[in-house]
């Protein structure tokens, strides 16, 4: 159980174009779902929280304008990089927590997205 | 601010070794550490803590949480190969927060 999954795995894209994400729990609901972003050798970042039906919270630094995220429905949530430049590269990470108390609930990870943009 | 700190940051072992990750934190409201695998691509989950000297066991994998002194401890005995992955420790801390505070990891390398 509790299946995450993320696509694409890898985009390779000019500069320039936007470039979109899916994240989808396949085998429950998630009313919250986490997107990170990990530089080589770095650990995880996170960039936003997600909850359905509402406007994503995004940490400090991270520019709501160029990572547009949309959770419409509690099995998915998108990422949006929009006008994506080569300081964009990373791997994106999303994650998905299911209902019930926030204390024993884990989050689990799709298997990420590589984006290169030249 | 959350702070998570892993030691070491990277560890080379032979196959048939046991292994001690270590990871130390300094947040506010804590309310569970999680324990992660990281092999080529994302994390996959290995571990909940929440209450001190409980021990969780999964096969050669065991980890165990001291809420006084603020850290908690990864083993894995008798490594193999496969074991070799980066293991990321993470706090969920704060009064109705669902984030998680990552640390850096720890890359562990198992050699035949």
């Known amino acids: 159980g509790a299946v995450v999954s993320q696509h694409p795995s890898w985009v390779i894209c000019k500069s320039g174009t936007s470039v979109k994400i899916e994240c989808r729990s396949l085998?429950?609901?998630?009313?919250?779902m986490f997107w990170y972003r990990q530089f080589p050798k770095q650990s995880l970042m996170l960039m936003a929280t997600?909850?359905?039906?509402?406007?994503?919270?995004?940490e400090q630094g991270v520019e709501k304008d160029k990572f547009l995220i949309n959770h419409a429905s509690l099995t998915l949530s998108t990422l949006t990089v929009t006008s994506a430049h080569p300081e964009d590269s990373s791997f994106y990470i999303c994650?998905?927590?299911?209902?019930?108390?926030?204390?024993?609930?884990?989050?689990?990870f799709g298997d990420g997205t590589r984006l290169s943009i030249l | 601010e959350d702070k998570v700190v892993q030691s070491p940051l990277s560890l080379v072992v032979h196959e048939g070794d046991t292994v001690t990750l270590n990871c130390s934190y300094e947040?506010?409201?804590?309310?569970?550490l999680l324990w992660y695998k990281q092999e080529k691509k994302a994390p996959t989950f290995l571990f909940m803590l929440?209450?001190?000297?409980i021990e969780k066991k999964s096969g050669r994998l065991s980890s165990i949480l001291d809420k006084k002194e603020l850290f908690s401890i990864l083993n894995i005995t008798a490594t193999q190969t496969g074991d070799s992955a980066i293991y990321l420790c993470?706090?969920?801390?704060?009064?109705?927060?669902?984030?998680?505070?990552f640390g850096k990891g720890t890359k562990l390398s198992v050699i035949p």
């Open positions: 994650s998905a927590m299911g209902q019930g108390s926030y204390s024993n609930q884990p989050q689990h």
């Open positions: 085998d429950f609901q998630a009313t919250t």
């Open positions: 997600s909850n359905e039906g509402s406007k994503a919270t995004y």
């Open positions: 947040v506010t409201n804590f309310r569970s």
């Open positions: 929440t209450s001190s000297g």
């Open positions: 993470a706090v969920r801390a704060g009064a109705g927060s669902y984030q998680l505070t």
